[in-house]
């Protein structure tokens, strides 16, 4: 078996278990359609930019206090055939000038990596689950309702034993589908190991687009669309104790969605409780909440309660969140945006007429946003707190201030501007 494709993943190293239990297994597409391509774009602010081109320059200036304008943007390219390739699998997909990629990218298709089945399952060996307990909280408000948090034992997810319905679940819509190495006879994809340069802040979609491969039908199409603006998200403290988030609406949005993250360390090498909050009125966790959304899927989202509406605006964290988070918290909110769909033939005007596409290509936009509560140029209008003592307790000579505690001085020494 070939690697496994999954679409969740959280923005701290300690839930990665948590992340892998969270994604839902990709769906196997319909055999009609020789290829199947799908091209995904995303516009990344604040923190999210760090690492999409921004690099360390970036990470200093935001930790810094002077960069959370930072915006960045990315592309996922897939190709999916039934056929196999005539010679050696090579595709490229040829881009509009104002993409700033050159004439073309390649889309590679991986080398297939024998594995055993206790190195395919997709779970963490449990060595490497965290220890202690995770606080579940949902809902906009400056209070936490009965019944929150819901607790749960990592020990217990670590024998498997996962509580029923703690991630969403049924998002997709029955015409959803997805492109991987185990849906398809041929695979390309982009960014990969040869060419994995990354796409300009002013780069633009607009206007056709071409892929061409030794395993499929050329795919044309042209696109009206380009990315999202950037979500420019702010947060405040209330006296309460609840954290007020705002963000600026986005024309193209269809709903947006928001998560915190947040630790309390005892001491120890890891937390001893990790809290995972959501905006949504309803218990939905991880899943496909973190992936593009159909227009549809977020139509049906709003309505259950589960995203909110492109009309709002802002939201609040529980103060009860934030107490047991500590001072630091990770915050994420998402902007699911439009969609654009191709087939060749068309599809007919008649919706029982016969209609058998050689290929058929979706685009799919969303905006992502990630800021630090309370650090400055992250959207809190606060520093560090204990910079400056860092700085004086420096060792003389180093040039830099020694890291504060907790998952604040894990962010602080990932950008390098603490030791």
Not at 107 to 119: A, F, H, K, W
Not at 325 to 354: I, N, S, V, W
Request: charged content about 15%; proline content about 11%; some cysteine.
């Amino acid at each position: 078996m070939g690697r496994t494709y999954r679409s969740f993943a959280l923005p701290l190293g300690g839930l990665s278990a948590v992340a892998l239990l969270a994604a839902p297994a990709s769906p196997q597409a319909g055999s009609a359609p020789i290829a199947r391509y799908t091209m995904d774009a995303t516009t990344l602010s604040g923190m999210a930019a760090m690492g999409a081109g921004g690099g360390t320059r970036a990470a200093l200036s935001m930790l810094r206090g002077g960069g959370g304008n930072q915006v960045a943007h990315q592309l996922l390219l897939r190709l999916g055939s039934s056929r196999p390739a005539t010679g050696e699998p090579k595709a490229d997909h040829f881009m509009p000038q104002g993409a700033g990629l050159g004439p073309s990218v390649p889309l590679v298709s991986p080398r297939e990596v024998p594995s055993t089945p206790s190195q395919d399952t997709g779970m963490p060996p449990q060595a490497q689950m965290p220890s202690g307990r995770l606080l579940l909280f949902w809902g906009c408000g400056e209070h936490a309702p009965a019944g929150q948090p819901v607790v749960i034992d990592f020990s217990k997810m670590a024998r498997g034993q996962m509580p029923p319905g703690l991630f969403a679940q049924g998002v997709r819509l029955p015409d959803d589908w997805t492109v991987t190495p185990g849906n398809s006879r041929t695979f390309g994809e982009w960014p990969n190991a040869r060419d994995g340069k990354s796409v300009g802040a002013n780069a633009s979609l607009l206007g056709p687009h071409r892929v061409a491969s030794t395993y499929a039908p050329d795919i044309s199409f042209s696109l009206a669309d380009d990315f999202m603006p950037p979500l420019q998200p702010t947060s405040r403290s209330l006296p309460s104790g609840a954290l007020g988030l705002a963000w600026n609406a986005l024309a193209p949005a269809t709903g947006y969605y928001a998560w915190a993250i947040g630790a309390q360390n005892a001491g120890g090498s890891q937390p001893t409780d990790m809290v995972w909050w959501t905006s949504s009125s309803t218990r939905q966790f991880g899943g496909e909440m973190a992936d593009w959304l159909s227009p549809a899927a977020v139509r049906r989202l709003v309505s259950a309660g589960t995203v909110m509406p492109p009309s709002q605006t802002t939201c609040t964290i529980p103060a009860e969140v934030r107490q047991a988070a500590g001072q630091f918290m990770m915050t994420q909110l998402f902007a699911y945006g439009p969609q654009a769909e191709f087939a060749y033939p068309p599809r007919p005007a008649a919706a029982r007429a016969p209609w058998k596409p050689e290929w058929i290509a979706r685009v799919r936009y969303r905006s992502n946003a990630m800021i630090i509560p309370g650090l400055a140029g992250m959207g809190g209008g606060d520093s560090f707190g204990d910079d400056e003592r860092g700085r004086r307790d420096a060792p003389q000579g180093s040039g830099k201030p020694r890291c504060p505690g907790g998952l604040k001085g894990m962010a602080a020494r990932a950008a390098g501007t603490c030791e």
